[in-house]
């Protein structure tokens, strides 16, 4: 095969001729470029739309991608000789970045290149070269990550945030994430009119602390345009529930919530595991109940939501997992596809932009 198979220098623009190109990190992540690559090769596989530009090692990753018949002709190589490692501080990397494959990778959605960038590295360190090189949206205080939560909706999932971003989020904060999820949830899951909920200890009126009741007059009063439908406070058992699609919380909270859920999830894998391998009778049990342990198994594998997105920012990232194989970078990359063609980037601007008129009055009422 050719370099000419492999490459092409004319990389489509985002849905020009049907096409999308998402801006991949090859570099980041703990199992390396090889998995990065078998992740773009099972989205080429399922989708003709899709385009790449790669971003890492040009030698290694000529070597990798050769290999791969569904993206010949459709990676777009660009050379990084710099790796931004799982230890190394965000502080650093904004001095330093430039010349690493994360660096480059946020480029070409920076210039316009590419629809979405997506990577598996240091997620510190991606939110704030993110930050830097792409900038808030106009009236953005603190930026979210958005995950995916398997749920009990017709849809599979439920959409969190914040998960990490940010530790803080006064009211107006929490106003933008939940005007920013909703137009996800629009975009990303196809809901026309997303119910959102506010995390809280208890679903009373009177519980919560003063900024939580202040964000839910401002979402209240935001519902009607910002076409979604407000549930009220939700506590830590709807997470998963049917009863909202997207729930509003801060990066501190979000991110424990976060955590103590894919731990759970391996703790429950385990257990059965254990329960079925205890005995002759619980294995021929297990047989008999293979199907459906299949079809459980795969509704709550964390490779299938693998992927938090950057919510805020004039420019899409999705943050695949650190530990991600091929089924989660491809899944990372499937997420990003399906926003940068919608058009998500500029319907988000578009709430975000709504958001600032909305808070003024509740800002004004809430200073009297």
Known sequence: MTDLDVTQTATPAPGSGGSVVISVDAMGGDRGPAA?????????????DIRFIVHGDEAELRRLVARRKSLAGRCDIRHAEGVVTMD?????????????????????????????AVSCGNTGALMALSMLRLR????????AIACLWPS??????????????????????LLQYALMGASYARNGLGLSEPRVGLLNVGTEEHKGRAELKQAQDMIVAAAETGKFRYVGFVEGGDLPS????????????????LKTGEGTAKLVGTLLKDAFANSIMSKFAAVLAMT???????????????????????????KSHGSADAMGVSAAIKLAFTLAQSGFQDRLAARVAQAAVTAAPGTEAASQ
């Open 136 to 143: 808030k949206l106009p009236g953005v205080n603190r930026p």
């Open 292 to 318: 459906s342990l299949k079809r459980l198994q795969k509704r709550i594998d964390p490779r299938r939501v693998n992927g938090g997105i950057f919510l805020g920012l004039n420019g899409t990232v999705v």
């Open 88 to 116: 190394d501080k965000p502080s650093q990397i904004v001095r330093k970045g430039d010349g690493t494959s994360m660096w480059s990778a946020i480029e070409s959605v920076k210039t316009g290149e590419a629809g979405a």
């Open 152 to 173: 009990l909706n017709p849809q599979g999932f439920n959409i969190m945030l914040d998960v990490g971003a940010d530790i803080r989020a006064d009211a107006h904060d």
């Open 36 to 48: 990065v690559v078998a992740g773009m090769a099972e989205s080429a596989d399922r989708n003709p």
């Open 242 to 257: 049917a009863r909202v699609d997207v729930i509003v919380t801060d990066g501190f909270t979000g991110n424990i919530a």
